[in-house]
């Protein structure tokens, strides 16, 4: 039986790191907590590009404060009208195109990739979501677990798809909600875990321990479906 590929198509190693780009629209936490992990332990990733869809987000900041090459990539006209989805991405896929890179790390990016994005990149892309998938997609997951009234929520990264929010799941990480949480506060400390996540599971991508078999998604070492 022939070995799985990981999904990278190689064994990325500390000397020769998978080269992310991360996409933001945001404050950017998401991107600066992955990079500090990468600069504090030698990891098999690398963050070389970061883009932004937003001019002003604070995210562009803190990226051009860690010395990254970093993108602004507007969908937005100067004028206000929004530019055709198709060339936005157009522009994005151009910019991927110029720094070699081998997977795209959305952290905070607020927009949705179309089918046709997905197919001329033709690489890996990954999110991450502030809840337990498939529960709570869409851009309020902590009011409408808080309106639910669950007691638990989290994180999941996952392989990005066509839909909102959906794809194979790669890993979740849970965290409780308390009587007196409101959105800043569940989200305060479901960040602490997406910042620990992330890193992680990128080290498993780029080690080959994320593969795609004829029965799902897999990770070497993980017991399927574990949650939390
Ligand atoms: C993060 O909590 C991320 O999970 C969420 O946006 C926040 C970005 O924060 N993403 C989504 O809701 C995607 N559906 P950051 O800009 O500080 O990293």
Redesign the pocket.
């Known amino acids: 039986m022939p070995p799985h590929l990981g999904l990278i198509g190689r064994t990325a190693t500390t000397d020769e790191p998978m080269r992310c780009a991360v996409l933001?629209s945001?404050?950017?936490?998401?991107?600066e907590a992955l990079v500090h992990a990468q600069r504090a332990a030698p990891l098999a990733h690398q963050t070389v590009l970061v883009i932004s869809n937003q001019t002003d987000a604070e995210?562009v900041q803190r990226a051009l404060a860690l010395g990254l090459a970093t993108e602004v990539v507007p969908h937005l006209k100067p004028s206000g009208e929004r530019i055709p989805r198709h060339d936005h991405e157009a522009a994005v896929l151009e910019v991927l195109g110029q720094h070699n890179i081998e997977i795209v790390v959305l952290?905070?990016y607020?927009r949705l990739l179309s089918p046709r994005f997905l197919s001329r990149w033709g690489r890996p892309v990954v999110?991450?979501?502030?809840s337990l998938l498939p529960n709570f997609p869409g851009?309020h997951?902590h009011r409408d677990v808080l309106t639910s009234g669950a007691t638990v929520t989290g994180?999941s990264i996952h392989l990005v798809d066509e839909g909102m929010?959906t794809g194979d799941l790669i890993a979740q990480a849970c965290v409780p909600v308390l009587p007196h949480d409101d959105e800043v506060s569940l989200?305060r400390r479901?960040?602490v875990e997406?910042h620990r996540l992330y890193p992680q599971v990128l080290s498993w991508i780029a080690e080959g321990r994320v593969q795609l078999t004829t029965d799902g998604l897999r990770v070497e070492g993980q017991a399927p479906n574990r949650v939390c």
């Not at 999110?127 to 502030?130: A, D, E, K, Q």
Request: net charge negative.
């Open positions: 933001i945001g404050s950017g936490s998401g991107m995210g952290a905070g607020m999110n991450i979501h502030p851009a997951a994180c929010d989200g479901v960040k997406e």
